[in-house]
């Protein structure tokens, strides 16, 4: 696929979503919100990705959403006033749907973060399932400066990933907060010293993702999906249930045969029908 704000590539079982709009600091428009949506679902439908590197090119991550643009991602404001309501609100809707892609995504998602990530990039890392970032990267739940209630999944997601105290300090009073802190927190899961190394460090781990069963993997990223948004109690019954269709599979076989046998498994000659 060919993409206006974006670079995509897949190598082997590993994609690369890459943002590309540096001469804008990536601030997302309207064009890379729709894109972020259609590349996720792209590679969840159409590849052999067993894993995504999210990066960016430029000397920041993301500035955020484009204020300059920002009537092409909120939308006009003529006409009826309930009907340009009830417009915004499928419009907001659909920008939460384009985040929601990475977390739906079969694939598990590594963020390599640099420089400044400001309000929606932190509701579209949220949606990761690994962050890495640089020693310089400063993060700022930006939304509460510009008078908006942060809306794509900071929100949502965030609390399971800071603590709950530091999280509302962060959203409400929208200051920053650097790498040592994320890292601190949890929020990322390693740091690096440049931009370089956060984009290898990132694509270690898709590596060694991509080297476990893609149905293990695909699996494990769905029950914990599944496990924060219900009860204890459901998600035992959803993993029994996913267990039940999927445990005679192959990749189980082999698995079991490597370790009678001491031997290390991979998965990378498996048909790709298994992915």
């Given at each position: 696929?060919?993409?206006?704000?974006l670079?995509?590539s897949?190598d082997?079982?590993i994609?690369t979503?890459?943002?590309?709009?540096?001469d804008?600091l990536?601030?997302?428009?309207?064009?890379?919100?729709?894109?972020i949506g259609?590349?996720?679902?792209?590679?969840d439908a159409e590849t052999?990705?067993?894993?995504?590197?999210?990066?960016a090119?430029?000397?920041?991550?993301?500035?955020?959403?484009?204020?300059?643009?920002?009537?092409?991602v909120?939308?006009?404001?003529?006409g009826?006033?309930?009907r340009?309501r009830e417009?915004l609100?499928?419009?907001?809707?659909?920008?939460?749907?384009?985040f929601?892609?990475l977390?739906?995504c079969?694939?598990?998602?590594?963020?390599?973060?640099?420089?400044?990530?400001?309000?929606g990039?932190?509701d579209?890392v949220?949606?990761?399932?690994?962050?890495?970032?640089?020693s310089?990267t400063w993060f700022?739940?930006q939304?509460?400066?510009?008078?908006?209630?942060?809306?794509?999944?900071t929100l949502?997601r965030?609390?399971?990933?800071?603590p709950?105290g530091?999280?509302?300090?962060?959203?409400?009073?929208?200051?920053?907060?650097?790498?040592?802190e994320?890292?601190?927190?949890g929020?990322?899961?390693?740091?690096?010293?440049?931009?370089?190394?956060a984009?290898?460090k990132a694509?270690?781990i898709?590596?060694?993702?991509?080297?476990?069963?893609?149905?293990a993997?695909?699996?494990?990223?769905?029950?914990?999906n599944?496990s924060?948004?219900h009860?204890i109690?459901d998600?035992?019954?959803y993993?029994a249930?996913w267990?039940s269709g999927q445990l005679?599979g192959?990749d189980?076989?082999?698995?079991?045969?490597?370790?009678l046998t001491r031997?290390?498994?991979?998965?990378?000659?498996?048909?790709?029908s298994d992915?």
């Amino acid at each position: 696929m060919q993409f206006e704000t974006l670079d995509v590539s897949v190598d082997g079982y590993i994609a690369t979503v890459t943002l590309n709009r540096p001469d804008k600091l990536n601030a997302m428009n309207g064009a890379m919100f729709r894109e972020i949506g259609e590349a996720f679902r792209w590679i969840d439908a159409e590849t052999n990705a067993r894993a995504v590197v999210l990066a960016a090119n430029g000397k920041h991550f993301t500035a955020g959403l484009d204020l300059k643009e920002s009537g092409s991602v909120m939308g006009t404001a003529e006409g009826d006033p309930a009907r340009v309501r009830e417009k915004l609100r499928r419009h907001i809707l659909h920008l939460q749907d384009c985040f929601t892609a990475l977390e739906e995504c079969r694939a598990p998602v590594i963020a390599a973060v640099h420089g400044a990530c400001l309000g929606g990039g932190i509701d579209l890392v949220s949606a990761c399932d690994v962050r890495v970032c640089t020693s310089d990267t400063w993060f700022s739940i930006q939304e509460i400066n510009v008078a908006i209630v942060a809306d794509v999944g900071t929100l949502q997601r965030a609390p399971y990933l800071l603590p709950n105290g530091i999280l509302r300090e962060l959203a409400l009073t929208g200051r920053k907060f650097l790498a040592d802190e994320a890292s601190k927190y949890g929020f990322v899961n390693a740091v690096t010293d440049s931009r370089e190394e956060a984009i290898e460090k990132a694509k270690a781990i898709a590596s060694e993702i991509a080297s476990k069963s893609p149905l293990a993997v695909a699996g494990t990223k769905a029950i914990l999906n599944h496990s924060r948004d219900h009860t204890i109690a459901d998600g035992l019954d959803y993993v029994a249930t996913w267990n039940s269709g999927q445990l005679l599979g192959e990749d189980l076989m082999k698995a079991a045969t490597a370790a009678l046998t001491r031997e290390t498994v991979s998965f990378s000659d498996l048909l790709e029908s298994d992915d």
